[in-house]
């Protein structure tokens, strides 16, 4: 039995067998080649196992995002029987008597730089989807593919570090737990595995990995942050046993579904959950939200290989707005940018990527892939109670921007005789020091505030979220953070706006009462933890001091 320690961020835990998780960047190394049928023979057999599994990744794509989003695998399969792009490869094993691989991977290189340097955007962006099917066939090549795809079943998912773009893209059905050597709790990763209500632990070091292989048995306690690696029988007993008592913890909380989110001395505050995608919903009516609080938009972006287009974008919202009924829905434009990175905005390499060109800075610098995203918001608006919500702002001015082109497009649908909702809320995201400080000059622009204590807390105390060494520093009960957080509260309500929370703090339930103290209107969390919230707040009376 061995055990890694590292930091839990999703209190639950899972027994299981280990997978330890392959980039599909594999490297490739060049080997010099004399059977160049025998080398082609393979590069036919690959090419045919990846056209295969598109054929299956399309056919899932199509029941679970639709035709639009769906149809970029149908791409990809045309391309890997692309003539120029076969004829390279060809030639390259022919005349240079190398290996399948390399030639996969040369041509791949070749290939995308010449996309990239063109002018069209459309063509641009092919570079990502030309690396990716020549990543695929030589994951084919040489018999490797992703986690899930090489055991089968579910497992635990053990990796150096997760991008929120690997983490997405992940079969969820199939994951027991995450564990990672490196990675911090604010990170995206993290706060995906909260959404998913899958166990993870960060930071366990990168030693873990040469320790452990493909199909150990382990336990990952996201309780206590370990990682146990075959397990005596005690322990795993003893593990049974506090899973069974978890989901019976679970079960109590169930019988909260349909109760008042009312204090003892009956001060009501709205709980609301925060979601990734339109796959989601189902927890959160399960667990009976009064709403969604935030959706984050960005991982529609993240999922494509390409821009998400308008009709593709619209579909999605109109599906979350039309499952949650008369719920407010609360969509966040995209926050791309800082560890939210997708190839095909081709951003230029920052020093300083969560001080960069990030959120609403991207959307003002692109303006029509905003305009894009605020036309499909608006078209889905009628069918259901649609809020619009702007990241990271930091000035007036941002917000008049935003506002002026929220205006152009609404009379532009008009125009073109396309309906959308007039009460449609806009709001902000209070993450910045700026925007709370001057919160008194924004609150009477907007309908809400929603306090993204993520980030508020990284800027504020000046510690980057996604270092695990700065931990002890980014501390999220900060008196600086709550001073914040109040004083937003305050100009929000003295300007006849509404405030909530849906950064990770808003699901702590030891600041519950303070947050109700000071007036916040919404809490917004992951699905697993509306239910706990409700808990904390029927047991709190605000009379007794
Ligand atoms: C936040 O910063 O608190 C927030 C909710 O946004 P994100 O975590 O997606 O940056
Ligand atoms: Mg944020």
């Known amino acids: 039995m061995t055990e890694f320690t590292g930091k839990g961020v999703y209190g639950a835990a899972a027994i299981g067998r280990i997978s330890v998780f392959r980039r599909q960047d594999i490297a490739v190394k060049r080997v010099r080649i004399t059977d160049t049928e025998k080398e082609l023979a393979r590069l036919e057999a690959a090419k045919e196992k990846a056209v295969a599994q598109l054929g299956e990744i399309y056919e899932k794509a199509l029941k679970e995002v639709g035709e639009a989003n769906a ?30 691989e390399y030639a996969v991977a040369a041509t791949a290189d070749n290939f995308a730089e010449m996309f990239s340097s063109m002018d069209d955007s459309y063509m641009q962006a092919r570079a990502a989807d030309v690396k990716d099917i020549s990543n695929r066939i030589i994951a084919c090549l040489t018999d490797s593919g992703t986690a899930q795809q090489s055991t089968g079943g579910k497992v635990i998912i053990c990796a150096d570090d997760l991008a929120p773009s690997e983490t997405v893209s992940l079969d969820k059905e199939n994951v027991l737990a995450f564990v990672t050597a490196h990675g911090s709790s604010n ?9 998913m209500n899958i166990p993870a632990i960060i930071g366990v070091g990168e030693a873990f990995l040469q320790q452990i292989s493909d199909g150990d048995t382990a336990i990952a306690d996201g309780f206590a942050g370990k990682l146990i690696v075959h397990p005596d029988a005690d322990t795993l007993a003893e593990y049974e046993q ?16 349909g109760k008042e989110n009312v204090t003892l001395d009956g001060t009501k505050i709205n709980i609301y959950a925060n979601i990734g995608s ?10 009976d939200a009064g709403g969604i609080g935030l959706f984050r938009s960005e991982f529609l972006y993240l999922e494509s290989t390409d821009y998400p287009t308008e009709d593709a974008q619209f579909q999605v919202y109109k599906r979350v707005l039309e499952s949650m009924g008369c719920k407010k829905v609360i969509i966040r434009t995209l926050d791309i940018g800082a560890d939210k990175q997708a190839d095909y905005f081709h951003l230029a390499k920052e020093e300083n990527p969560a001080l960069g060109l990030r959120a609403v800075r991207l959307c003002l610098t692109r303006q029509e892939v905003f305009r894009t995203q605020l036309r499909a918001l608006y078209r889905a608006s009628v069918y259901g109670r649609l809020g619009i919500m702007f990241p990271m702002i930091t000035s007036v001015w941002e917000l008049e921007e935003i506002l002026a082109l929220c205006n152009a497009v609404k009379a532009e649908l008009k125009a073109e005789g396309l309906e959308y909702a007039e009460d ?58 709550l001073r914040l957080i109040a004083m937003a509260a305050k100009n929000a309500h003295a300007n006849g706006a509404w405030i909530g929370i849906c950064g990770e703090l808003a699901a702590d339930t ?36």
Not at 187 to 195: D, E, F, Q
Not at 441 to 450: C, G, T
Not at 473 to 481: K, L, Q, R, S, T
Request: hydrophobic share 40%; charged share 25%.
């Open 187 to 195: 990170s995206h990763t993290a706060i995906l595995a909260r959404n």
């Open 242 to 257: 506090k899973m069974q008592q978890e989901a019976e913890k679970r079960r109590l909380l169930q019988s909260l579904r």
């Open 424 to 481: 449609t809320e806009l709001g902000i995201m209070i993450e910045t020091p700026a925007a709370a400080v001057i919160s008194d000059l924004l609150a009477p622009m907007v309908d809400f505030f929603s306090v993204g204590t993520n980030d508020l807390t990284q800027y504020t105390l000046a510690c980057d979220r996604q270092n695990p060494h700065l931990e002890r520093f980014c501390d999220p009960h900060h008196e600086a953070i």
């Open 510 to 545: 030891s600041l519950t009462e303070a947050f109700l103290r000071m007036g916040i209107d919404e809490l917004s969390v992951s699905p697993s933890f509306v239910l706990r919230v409700r808990d904390a707040v029927r047991k709190i009376d605000l009379n007794q001091q």
């Open 71 to 100: 149809q970029i695998f149908e791409i990809h399969m045309m391309m890997v029987e692309d003539e120029d792009y076969n004829d390279a490869i060809t030639e390259m094993i022919q005349g240079q008597n190398v290996n399948a």
């Open 278 to 287: 339109a796959d989601n919903i189902g927890e959160v009516l399960l667990n």
